[in-house]
Every structure is written in C-alpha cells, then in structure tokens.
T-cell receptor, first 112, second 116 residues
C-alpha cells in the first residue's frame, strides 16, 4: 500500500540556519512526489513537485527537494530559513486517479 | 485567477446535529476533492469527484457523511448526525483532470468544525 512517513513531528531552527525535512515513501512504481506547506488557519500551498527527470527540483520560496530512489526519500531543503517559513510541511505521494497520500506533517518553528 | 473557495470558515455544533460545507473549485478544474484533517495528522481523502461523478469514496463514512456535485462545479459535504470525532478541518481541493497536472491539487482555506 502507498504510504508516506515524515519522521520528525517538530523541528526548531534558528533564523538563517539551513533546513532539511525528511520524507520517506512507499510506492510500487515511479512515484509522483509533492511538498505542501500549511500556515496557521490556511489551506495547503504547493511548494514543489517531482514527476520525472532531474532528481533535484526547485520550488517556490527558495525551497528545493531531492528524489533518491534508492532510499525512497524526497527530502525538502532550504539553505537559509526565514521567520516566515514557520509552518507545517506535508509530503505527499501521488496515487491512482490523481489521489494524494499525505504524511502526518512536520511542524517547523523558527527562532530569531 | 480565483482560488478554491470554501464556506463557512468555522462552525461549532453539538453532537447529533447536522452541518454542511460548501466548496467552489477553480474555474475549469474538473476534479474536486474533500479531505478531512484531524489535528496533528495529514489530510485524508474523503471523496473525489470528476465532473459530477464519484471517482473514489472509499474512506467516506457513508452512514453519516454525504457529498454531491450536481452540476459538476461546486460541491456540498454534509454530516448528519455529527459525532465528537468529526471535529477536524475539512479541506476542499481541485485539479485539472488529465495527466501529471491532475496530481497538482489546489486547496481552499478549509472549514474548521468543532463538535461539542
């Protein structure tokens, strides 16, 4: 069965520090992979997506993610975090009929 | 381009009452999704429509939840009667129907339901 695991429930970083959020997936075929961000009281916003090709994908707000098939991972990175990046981040894998299966999320706190 | 619209944004009801949520997707998006997001969890798909037909409702508790998309545009999700465990944010999303773009879902702001 398709599933997504985000091992870190909470992460706290200092403003200006680098960030890496982990995501592992289980899927039988070549996956479509996504990262969404959810600010308090808001819906989910698509940060970036991977369908095929270059395994390093760039997204909005300075985020990038790398697909590693051998590790079944799609980790999200940002070289320098801003206070406005504090939010909850969800990794998702695309299933049949355009379905998305989400992980439980990682809540990011940013210290000044 | 207008985003996905949802109303109401917040709703508080007592258990055993009924409630309805409304969603208007992005213009031209044939596929519409309703998700339930319980606090501390990721969104879980309840039902997926393509135009006005149901594609997947395998996780919809059909004894109390119902949804419709009669004209293939906006949609209503209803809970009757509500239980305490229905307290959650209900998210509506939409996407184009074909190819890879079909997986790019655009979400509304959600309706936060509290059942007391």
């Amino acid at each position: 069965a398709q599933s997504v695991t985000q091992p870190d429930i909470h992460i706290t970083v200092s403003e200006g520090a680098s960030l890496e959020l982990r995501c592992n997936y289980s899927y039988g075929a070549t996956p479509y992979l996504f990262w969404y961000v959810q600010s308090p009281g808001q819906g989910l916003q698509l940060l970036l997506k991977y369908f095929s090709g270059d395994t390093l994908v760039q997204g909005i707000k300075g985020f990038e993610a790398e697909f590693k098939r051998s590790q079944s991972s799609f980790n999200l990175r940002k070289p320098s975090v801003h206070w406005s990046d504090a939010a909850e981040y969800f990794c998702a894998v695309g299933g049949g009929y355009n379905k998305l299966i989400f992980g439980a999320g990682t809540r990011l706190a940013v210290h000044p | 381009e207008a985003g996905v619209a949802q109303s109401p944004r917040y709703k508080i009801i007592e258990k055993r009452q009924s409630v309805a949520f409304w969603c208007n997707p992005i213009s031209g998006h044939a596929t519409l999704y309703w998700y339930q997001q319980i606090l501390g969890q990721g969104p879980k798909l309840l039902i997926q429509f393509q135009n006005n037909g149901v594609v997947d409702d395998s996780q919809l508790p059909k004894d109390r939840f119902s949804a419709e998309r009669l004209k293939g545009v906006d949609s209503t999700l209803k809970i009757q009667p509500a239980k305490l465990e229905d307290s959650a944010v209900y998210l509506c999303a939409s996407s184009l129907v074909t190819g890879q773009k079909g997986h790019e879902q655009y979400f509304g702001p959600g309706t936060r339901l509290t059942v007391t």
